[in-house]
């Protein structure tokens, strides 16, 4: 029996490969990089672990959790959470702590703020505005000064598109349903739910960071008879009628090899999969495809003496730094920094390949990262002992107003293929967590296996009940 092709051993195609295994379908994943995990993957530098970025495990699914504790028993830690903003060089709680954050601001900006979000209710009451874009639905739920304090930079630094931009869209997938009012009620009175109560103050997390998990769950799909070819990048699908018959792909010496199967999933980026495919589509495919953006990421990972701040990770809305986030993966796990004396960090800059960010040299990048904690006060630049850089292109799919279109046009051509299916965050271009992606692979995988689960409504239908304080945790969760 031909196998069933993978593409990318990321979360997705990781759990489709165990799943499959674990029924005995044979499997073979392809990744491009020399290890499994893809943006939930842990680097190993000497003694020392950074991933990419805060990866916290968070999920409302039991299955997926289930799948979590199964895998790494007691290698699964429960961690204290503590994540601030940075903003006017003071720090606030996030999620948000009513009388921190009014002390902080200061009474006339926190009169401003209501007064802000009384008229905007006035105003959307009598003549009530669409809701377009990222910035109308802040606005109308929060009021306009509020969106400017704490949602415009920060959006803005990540996406790299101003808000009226993004589509409202991907706000009411992250934030729906919370308001100012909503906001203020919830951290007044605290939810009585205990989960939503739990997920505020602790989330799991693997001993030895995230890629833990998904090295341990590549290591079950081995087990099983999976086989993994590792520094293979796929430029290609070979097609014929309604079904792909294999994909190329090119080895580190840049030599072409072929590889045929009976089903292929692929969770690497979705417009360079339809780009990659011979016969090429349609001329207004291939333009939708590149009409698809990504943002990338840029981690300048830092070894620095002692343990720099308490938090899990800094949100950093500052306007005088470009960097937006700093994650510390002591205070996740002890064990991923080499001694007690030494903590690992991860400065991140998020940005479109070949702009003025992306273009830096990796030794500017550390100095930029080194000058912009020290301005801000967190780290002196003689306690790097060790710093790398870490680059991610096509990390996150812009959600800009009109890709649905794009996307729209994307999906209606893959669905003429009847052994091939997308996973995952890139795969499906949506905004994916690592519960959704697993949860996307596993459903391609059991479609395989005789079901016939739609995984484009993995998003809408996980079962979030995305409430109160869980809810801000999930807007904020890049
Ligand atoms: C900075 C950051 C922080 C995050 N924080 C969290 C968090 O706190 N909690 C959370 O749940 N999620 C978080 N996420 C999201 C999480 O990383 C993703 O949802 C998850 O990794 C997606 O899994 P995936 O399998 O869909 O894709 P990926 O992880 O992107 O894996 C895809 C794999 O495919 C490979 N690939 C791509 N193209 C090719 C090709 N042509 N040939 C061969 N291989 C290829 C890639 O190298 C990669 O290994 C974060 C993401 C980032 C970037």
Redo the contacts with the bound molecule.
């Keep these: 029996m031909e196998p069933v092709i993978i ?7 990781l759990a489709a490969a165990y799943e499959l295994s674990k029924n005995n379908v044979p499997v073979v994943v ?4 020399s290890q ?6 842990t680097i190993h530098r000497n003694k020392t672990r950074f991933d ?7 999920t409302q699914n039991r299955e997926i959790h289930q799948l979590w504790v199964d895998i790494l028993k007691d290698d699964l830690l429960s961690v204290p959470r503590l994540t601030r903003i940075f903003y006017n060089n003071k720090f606030f709680y996030y999620p948000l702590v009513p009388m921190n954050a009014l002390f902080g601001i200061g009474p006339i900006a926190a009169v401003g703020i209501v007064s802000s979000y009384l008229s905007t209710q006035i105003q959307q009451k009598f003549s009530p505005q669409k809701t377009v874009s990222f910035e109308d639905w802040v606005v109308a739920q929060f009021g306009r000064r509020l969106f400017e304090i704490f949602f415009k930079t920060y959006t803005e630094k990540v996406w790299g598109i101003p808000c009226t931009q993004i589509g409202a869209d991907w706000a009411g997938q992250r934030i729906k349903g919370l308001s100012l009012w909503t906001a203020v009620m919830n951290s007044v009175f605290k939810p009585k739910s205990g989960i939503i109560k739990t997920l505020v103050e602790e989330f799991v997390f693997p001993r030895l960071g995230a890629g833990m998990f998904y090295e341990l769950m590549g290591k079950h799909a081995e087990q099983n008879g999976g086989k993994f070819l590792l520094n ?4 290609g699908f070979r097609h014929e009628g309604s079904k792909v018959r294999s994909v190329l ?1 090119q080895n580190e010496e840049g030599k072409t090899e072929e590889i045929e199967g009976s089903a292929f999933l692929f ?3 979705l417009s ?1 999969g339809v780009i990659g495919f011979d016969p090429a589509p349609p001329a207004e495919i291939i333009e939708a495809a590149r009409r698809l953006r990504y943002r990338s ?1 840029i981690g300048v990972d830092l070894e620095v003496e002692g343990n720099p701040f308490p938090d899990n990770w800094i949100y950093v809305h500052a306007k005088e730094v470009n960097l937006a986030r700093v994650a510390n993966y002591r205070n996740f796990s002890k064990e991923m920094a080499s001694n007690d004396s030494k903590t690992p960090i991860t400065v ?1 800059y998020f940005t479109f390949k070949g702009d003025h960010i992306w273009n830096r040299q990796d030794e500017e990048l550390i100095e930029l990262a080194k000058e912009e904690l020290l301005k801000m006060n967190i780290l002196q630049p003689e306690q790097v002992v060790d710093s790398f850089i870490v680059r ?1 292109e096509k ?2 799919p812009v959600i800009e107003i009109g890709y649905e279109k794009n996307l729209e046009a994307l999906k209606q051509y893959i669905a003429r293929f009847d052994n091939l299916q997308p ?5 499906m271009f949506k905004y ?6 697993i949860m ?2 596993l459903l391609a995988a059991r479609n395989i296996l005789g079901n016939s689960y739609d995984v484009w409504s993995v998003n809408i239908d996980a079962d979030y009940h995305e409430a109160g304080d869980a809810l801000q945790e999930r807007q904020t ?2």
């Design positions: 593409i990318g051993a990321g979360p997705s195609g392809i990744e491009r990089l499994v995990g893809g943006l939930s993957r990419v970025g805060p990866h916290r495990f968070f293979k990048n796929v430029t792909m969770s690497s980026p360079d990421h991140e991610n990390a996150y996973i995952g965050r890139s795969g994916n967590n690592m519960d959704h992606a996307t692979g969760q890049l």
